[in-house]
């Protein structure tokens, strides 16, 4: 179907959201733009879907990935020790209780320990 085309990448799948929050926003409110607005975005998304200047539809989807980078500030700081994530404390890593949801700095490399949270006093396993 998209053979050729652009196709839909990560600010159409955005727009896409942005849609479809738009139509449900206009079930509990009685605006009419807000229909409007959906409709003009699904048109931007599809022409951009079966667009075949892919240059300028990248160089649209670079400038909104730079905008959401900004906005969630950034990829290189972005989630909490996530695998392959760059250790930044030296040898510690920073885990999160499942119970109280509070930060514990833990040994790297200890294999699978019991955890006491100091917190919530509860115990959890986790692999370092
Ligand atoms: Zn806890």
Not at 97 to 113: D, Q, W
């Amino acid at each position: 179907m998209f053979n050729g085309r652009y196709g839909i990448d990560e600010l159409g799948r955005f727009m896409l959201i942005v849609a479809g929050i738009l139509v449900v926003l206009r079930l509990f409110i009685d605006v009419h733009a807000l229909s409007v607005a959906a409709v003009i975005l699904l048109i931007l998304v599809y022409s951009r879907a079966f667009s075949r200047f892919f240059d300028k539809r990248r160089a649209e989807n670079m400038k909104f990935l730079e905008m959401k980078d900004k906005f969630t500030g950034g990829r290189q700081n972005g989630g909490f020790g996530k695998p392959g994530a760059a250790p930044k404390n030296d040898g510690k890593r920073v885990l999160i209780c499942p119970y109280c949801k509070e930060k514990l700095r833990v040994p790297v490399g200890a294999g699978t320990i019991k955890i006491n949270c100091p917190h919530c006093h509860r115990q959890f396993e986790e692999t370092v």
